[in-house]
């Protein structure tokens, strides 16, 4: 076994169960092998009026070359969905790159480094003082205990972790004397290695993985098609039949991948204008590569995502890029 | 000093609705206080959804009345804010059937599937069916109808009998969704119209239900003066 890079943590962690500990909006950001990435979340309106948390969560994390970035929407409806969305992308997370590694239990130090010269002084209107939280989890080291990349082989593990993911939640429902659909989630991510760029898309519910190129933007995993209202969701006994797995290869063309829960993908899939999801799609690209900083390009994409206005548009939203 | 952060994003301009459907019965038997109390009720109905910024920018609403005749009072589907009240006038027999009828019309008509590409679809309608004796035509080919849908499915069409002389049984099975039954008191109506108020403002505000299938949506709990028929 090689002795790989370090691993870090971006984004939503499971704090408690006693009451909502996500913070209304979230943001995280990095780079990883030439590629970029930031993921922000905002409370949707409806959860602001009624005094409720954000349902919606993500992750992103590393294991040497591997990045694996997930968005998870905890349904409306179900009592403790924010926290089975929170407690599925973590499971998932841990259960998947345990596949790809082994911890070496040896924490890397932080080596202290100059700021990249950017003036962060973006404040966040949605609190109206520049008042906010930056947070890291430390680097581990990890050893590396699969080869990548066996496409079937990827498929095979992220699919053995939904299963894993699956029961857990299960689990976690019959410990709390609560019936499974009360944690109600849906599950997206893309497995992505960055050195060979190639990787697997997964989506289980509503919500969109969108790859973005020069001439088009086109859904990676082409998923069920859901009537309004409707989704799947990890807690329910047939996830499998709604459960769509593809592998997925970084192009030339490639400009970005995006991935989103249904309070964004929503408000791109469908028009007018008829040509909404490239114009979205090249939009997005456009505003990502505005800045070369990613932290000013996740304060910029948490603050549009908490204020941006379309109709009949009141649910969290949550959007991840990975970009070169 | 404040930096505004403002990101150029082309966004759907399409917007969704959420259609309600009131089914109301106009047979001679409602005539006199009972009419007067559904049209109060259509008043509270209006001025309740419209209070609510959520609801008042997604809910749609058809009127269709059964007794004397069977009309779409609304012409389809309008905004909850451009419903004008219609005058209800009571007579004649119950023939559900022709409402039913008119309610496929409209659902293939006036709501929207979603189209990847294309337009943002509806969301479910909500049916709501208040009535106070035995429907008189065919009601099963059209309830059948309505069961069958591939697209623009209906899994909701509440029941709600009111006064002594409703038929239990057959309000549980023109049911897709629950059936109630009440009085036919002023205070009932005003119940009654109060509840779906609510039940469409939370609807409205509802987002994606699990399963991803055909399983009606969740209601708030009746008042008291609506009783379950199990």
Redesign the interface.
Known sequence: MKVISSGFIVGDRIVSLAFSTHPDWSAGFGRRNGFSFVGASAIG??HL?DGKGREDCFLIRSRGDWLLLLVA?G????RLGGWGATLAVAFFAEELLSMLSVEEGETILFERRRPRGHDL???F?VVGE?VGTLSWYRPVKYKESAHPIDEKECIAWVTNAFEKTHRFLLGIAQKENCSP?TL?T?LLGVLFHTSSKKGVAFQL??GLILEVTRKESRPVVVG??????????L??SNWQE?YQVAHFTWHVDTKAVLLMT??VA?????????D??H??GS??V??LKRFKNEEVVA???V??LGH?K???S??DRTLLALYR | ????????????????HLPVYLLLDTSGSMTGAPIQAVQEGLVLFKREVEKDT?AR??VWVSIIVFGREVLNLTQGLVPIDSLEIPSLEAGGYTPLGGALRLLIDSLDRDVK????????????PLVFILTDGKPTDDWKSPRNELLMRKER?VLNVITVGCGPDIDETTLREIAIGPSFKMDADSASFAAFFRWVSQTVKSVS?????????NIP??MPIPPDVLQYIP
């Open positions: 309106k409806l009026r929407d349904v409306g409806s179900a002084s973006l404040s209107p520049g659909g109600a849906t519910g509503d069920r098609e859901f009537e309004v209202g409707e989704t799947a969701v807690t329910q709604w249904d309070g929503d408000d791109c899939l469908y028009g007018p204008p008829h909404l999801l114009r979205f939009d997005i456009k505003e304060c910029r994409l603050d549009w941006y379309a109709p009949a009141f649910d | 000093m404040e930096e505004e952060v403002i990101m150029d994003v082309t966004l759907s301009q399409g917007l969704r959520f920018e997604t599937k979603p189209v990847r590409g294309g337009e943002k679809g509806d969301w479910k499915k505000q509802s987002v994606s239900q699990p399963q991803g299938e949506t969740p």
